[in-house]
């Protein structure tokens, strides 16, 4: 089974190299943008597989950012656009978004709060120059969005949102996603993710725990029903060659799912 092609789909790659070359400048300063798109044009990178692993490993090694699902989701179609910062909604609560009301808040709301209370603001714009520095290319580079059911909400740069909204700059630089549907679909499900989970099969094979070792293999069911290329990678790279563990695996899992 070749993998879907939507994985390969350059505005995917686009917006994860985008992701990386923020993150990797944020950790390594002294990286420059080329290196990243070096790195990623390197021969010995393997795609999709290797290429979606890496930002896999950094977006949650590094962040604990699952931005990988809605980024290779088949179903959720890219573009490059900006949009009115009043309109986004925060992806997560900021200390400073705190202050404005509870959960995931509005730009517009953020704004209002913050132009009514000027020394606040101006405390608040110190602080964010004092952590973030000035203005830097870093806080240009696009953010990451997901549009669903009329709303916009930040996956990933809601510092940067934050900034815009205290300095007054009305646009800002999205990637921006449209789910189309209910939920994200067959989107590419981590190998280590897939290992990980099977190392919990193994060991209840070895304890000879058939209730714990049935509970893990409907897990590997839930997550592969959404995944085709994870179902590739579950049979090529995840899943063990040793016996007996590999053939009881694969029959619990059954012909059907894979």
Avoid at 49 to 62: A, K, V
Avoid at 151 to 158: A, H, P, Q, S, T
Wanted: proline content about 2%; hydrophobic content about 35%.
């Amino acid at each position: 089974m070749d993998y879907p092609k939507h994985l390969s789909e350059k505005m995917r790659e686009e917006v994860a190299v985008s992701y990386l070359k923020h993150e990797l400048r944020k950790i390594f300063p002294s990286i420059e943008g080329r290196d990243v798109d070096d790195l990623m044009k390197n021969k010995e990178i393997s795609r999709p597989r290797d290429f979606w692993n890496g930002l896999h490993g950094i977006s949650m090694g590094f962040k604990l950012k699952n931005i990988l699902h809605f980024v290779t989701a088949e179903n959720v179609k890219w573009i490059k656009t900006k949009v009115k910062c009043a309109k986004l909604h925060f992806g997560c609560e900021l200390e400073s978004t705190k202050k404005v009301g509870p959960g995931k808040i509005c730009g517009q709301d953020y704004l209002e709060y913050y132009n009514s209370k000027i020394l606040e603001k101006d405390r608040l714009l110190e602080k964010l120059h004092s952590l973030r520095g000035e203005r830097s290319q870093r806080e240009e580079d696009p953010i990451i969005a997901v549009q669903k059911g009329g709303k916009i909400f930040v996956l990933d740069g809601n510092g940067r949102l934050a900034r815009h909204l205290i300095e007054g700059i009305e646009e800002i630089n999205v990637y921006l996603g449209s789910i189309m549907g209910e939920k994200v679909e067959n989107y590419w499900l981590a190998t280590s993710l897939l290992i990980d989970v099977l190392t919990f099969c193994y060991q209840a094979i070895e304890k000879k725990d058939d209730d714990l070792f049935k509970k893990y293999v409907a897990i590997l069911g839930d997550m592969l029903k959404s995944s085709e290329s994870g179902k590739k990678e579950f049979k090529e790279r995840a899943l063990t060659k040793k016996e007996p563990y590999r053939s009881k695996i694969l029959l619990a899992i059954g012909d059907d799912l894979l």
